[in-house]
């Protein structure tokens, strides 16, 4: 179901809060329909002038939800974290309209199996998420980390001393230390897709991939 969804399908955003609004207005930007709503005027007041559809509502009222037209949706986001009940409610809603993509936020694991029982297809959470790629960047070298569920990790950093003023098969990037260098910016110049005769120099920024306890020993190389 979720491959059948067109990539510019309008979206349902329920909450604006931070995480919300961060949302809608990012996807605003992006040029994506979304109609916003929250049971707060004063927010729906805050971004109307940001969002381009933002309606004033209960969602835990599913008839409130109807006459919204959320069931012509078939992308919707449950930015909801102050109250678990409210977030699981409403969710339970969106699955008995049948909404067939449902992405909802939680703020524990237990907040988050609780939504994926009532039949959430994708679960965030932000904090979690946000605390530990914060842990990452803090530890080292790195400026920007990406993990995926499968222990693959995709990270922004600056080149490690050992692996610089060498192209990529000298430096034994891979065969050594068990990472790829994908891509390379050089001051003033677009990132470029590395090759094995790519060389690194001290000013550069590197994009990597591997493992994240592969990229951590890497990055911690000095």
């Given at each position: 179901?979720?491959?059948?969804?067109?990539?510019?399908?309008?979206v349902?955003?329920i909450?604006?809060?931070?995480?919300?609004?961060?949302?809608?207005?990012?996807?605003?930007?992006?040029?994506r329909?979304v109609?916003?709503?929250?049971?707060?005027?004063?927010?729906?007041?805050?971004?109307?002038?940001r969002?381009?559809?933002?309606?004033?509502?209960?969602?835990?009222?599913?008839?409130?939800?109807?006459?919204?037209?959320?069931?012509?949706?078939?992308?919707?986001?449950?930015?909801?974290?102050?109250?678990?009940e409210?977030?699981?409610?409403?969710?339970?809603?969106?699955?008995?309209?049948?909404?067939?993509?449902?992405?909802?936020?939680?703020?524990?694991q237990?907040?988050?199996?609780?939504l994926?029982?009532?039949?959430?297809?994708?679960?965030?959470y932000?904090?979690?998420?946000a605390g530990?790629?914060?842990?990452?960047?803090?530890?080292?070298?790195?400026?920007d980390?990406?993990?995926f569920d499968?222990?693959?990790?995709l990270?922004?950093m600056?080149?490690?001393?050992?692996?610089?003023?060498?192209?990529?098969?000298?430096?034994?990037?891979?065969?050594?230390?068990?990472?790829?260098?994908?891509?390379?910016?050089?001051?003033?110049?677009?990132f470029?897709y590395?090759?094995?005769?790519?060389?690194?120099?001290d000013?550069?920024?590197?994009?990597?991939?591997?493992?994240?306890?592969?990229?951590?020993?890497?990055?911690?190389?000095?």
């Open positions: 179901m979720v491959d059948r969804i067109k990539h510019d399908t309008p349902l955003i909450g604006l809060g931070r995480f919300g609004a961060a949302c809608a207005g990012e996807l605003d930007r992006l040029d329909e109609l916003a709503i929250d049971e707060d005027e004063g927010l729906v007041q805050k971004w109307a002038d969002i381009t559809h933002t309606v004033q509502a209960d969602a835990r009222n599913i008839e409130a939800l109807k006459q919204i037209g959320a069931q012509d949706f078939s992308v919707a986001v449950v930015a909801v974290g102050s109250s678990i409210a977030s699981v409610l409403i969710t339970a809603n969106l699955v008995d309209m049948k909404i067939p993509q449902i992405w909802a936020k939680a703020v524990s237990s907040h988050g199996k609780i994926k029982r009532v039949g959430a297809n994708h679960v965030i932000p904090e979690a998420e530990e790629r914060v842990a990452h960047l803090v530890n080292g070298r790195m400026l980390f990406i993990q499968d222990d693959f990790a990270v922004k600056y080149p490690p001393k050992p692996i610089r003023g060498k192209n990529l098969t000298e430096s034994g990037v891979r065969t050594k230390h068990h990472v790829t260098v994908v891509g390379v910016k050089s001051p003033g110049k677009p470029t590395a090759t094995a005769e790519t060389v690194v120099s000013h550069d920024l590197i994009i990597v991939s591997g493992s994240s306890a592969d990229i951590e020993k890497f990055s911690a190389l000095g």
